[in-house]
């Protein structure tokens, strides 16, 4: 090899990023620090941040050939972020740590000292001996975390006490083993890469004290949560029901509850006419519905601004159309004696949720 060329990294690091330019050069600067010694790459990659991320990084990588940064459109998510990050080096070590500077990234130098030494997951842990989670988590998070914890290690092969933690590393043969069944959705790709293999690892954990966010905003939400009781139903369907379609009818589940209530309320309290008082129904139950798919189902496709009033709008004429397929559908099969009027009406929901389903996916919340 010439020695003009800089020696191939060792361990690509990669930092999924929103909203974090205030990050950027103090994460490459930590790494820089704690790295010496060791071949190694960053690559940020950005979900196109508002803030101006991948123009920190970039100008960034103009003088540090080890910084990389992609900058993603049209895409979000932390975990399909980790995938595309690691698609995109040859390093024969893999890990990610966020790019809100609350993991630890001294603890780099050891993941890659126990994955060089036989180990097939390193995970750094709040909840080992050592390790702590004071001053990083709300209350609220810490619940989320904590119920996350709990639930995941009931169905792992493997029990690991952070399965929730965004801080782990690699062999690149372990990831691209899993690589083409991960889910690729929300914001767990440690439990995504656990459920895929489903098989025992050779695992170690180090702890780490999780630290107060410096900049940005935290990702953990409710919404978070509902991915990942997603993402636990899709592995134990076997990916045979898209996750976005089981999600799109439970959205449309709650949006029945919620026509219901209207219509009660305002036919049978305020007195308002059925006819009304349905349409009035219909329109609140679409507009939450669209409101739960844009915040829950699309959540990486997510419509603002302008985009979302406009979405809304097309979103109205998706689900009418819907609804005047699954009237006629369901009418044809009644008239014509082929199933009684209850199963007719079942099958005509049926195919709305389907026709709602895919014309969304196509239309309102279309992939760029």
């Known amino acids: 090899m010439s020695a003009s060329l800089p020696e191939p990294a060792r361990l690509a690091v990669i930092i999924p990023c929103y909203n ?9 600067e930590r790494l820089a620090a704690t790295l010496q010694g060791i071949a190694w790459e ?14 920190v990084a970039r100008a960034l990588a103009a003088t540090d050939p080890r910084i990389r940064c992609i900058r993603r459109i049209g895409r979000r998510g932390l975990a399909s972020a980790c995938i595309e990050g690691w698609l995109a080096t ?3 070590y893999l890990a990610v740590i966020d790019g809100d500077l609350q993991h630890d990234e001294t603890l ?13 997951l390193v995970v750094g842990s709040r909840h080992v001996e050592g390790g702590a989670v004071e001053g990083g988590l709300s209350p609220l998070r810490a619940k989320l975390s904590d119920a996350g914890t709990a639930l995941a290690n009931a169905v792992l092969p493997v029990r690991v006490s952070d399965p929730m933690s965004g801080f782990f590393a690699l062999p690149r043969t372990l990831f691209e083993e899993a ?51 997603g993402l636990l ?7 045979l029901v898209p996750l976005r379609f ?14 219901l209530a209207v219509l009660g309320l305002l036919f049978g309290v305020a007195g308002i006419g059925f006819t009304a008082a349905q349409w009035g129904a219909t329109i609140v139950a679409m507009t939450v519905n669209f409101l739960l798919n844009n915040r829950i189902t699309y959540r990486d496709r997510r419509l603002r601004g302008a985009r979302l009033w406009r979405g809304l709008a097309l979103f109205y004429v998706v689900c009418g159309l819907g609804a ?18 209850g199963l007719a009406g079942a099958a005509g929901a049926a195919l709305t949720v389907v026709w709602n389903y895919a014309m969304s996916t196509t239309l309102v919340w279309r992939g760029r």
Do not use: C
């Not at 960053?42 to 123009?55: E, L, N, Q």
């Open 20 to 28: 974090e330019a205030a990050n950027v050069v103090p994460m490459a």
């Open 42 to 55: 960053a690559i940020f990659v950005d979900d196109d941040s508002p803030d101006g991320t991948a123009a």
């Open 90 to 92: 040859s390093a024969p």
């Open 108 to 120: 780099l130098p050891k993941m890659l000292a126990a994955l060089e030494g036989g180990a097939e």
């Open 179 to 229: 690589a083409p069944r991960l889910t690729g959705t929300g914001f767990k790709i440690l439990l995504d890469i656990l459920l895929t293999l489903r098989r025992p690892l050779r695992l170690v954990e180090l702890p780490y004290e999780f630290r107060a966010r410096q900049a940005g905003a935290s990702k953990l939400d409710a919404a978070v949560m509902l991915e990942f009781l």
């Open 233 to 239: 139903t899709d592995k134990a369907l076997g990916g």
């Open 246 to 259: 089981l999600s799109f009818a439970l959205v449309g589940a709650a949006g029945v509850l919620v026509h």
């Open 324 to 341: 005047a397929a699954n009237v006629g559908i369901a009418a044809l099969l009644v008239r014509d004696g082929l199933l009684a009027w």
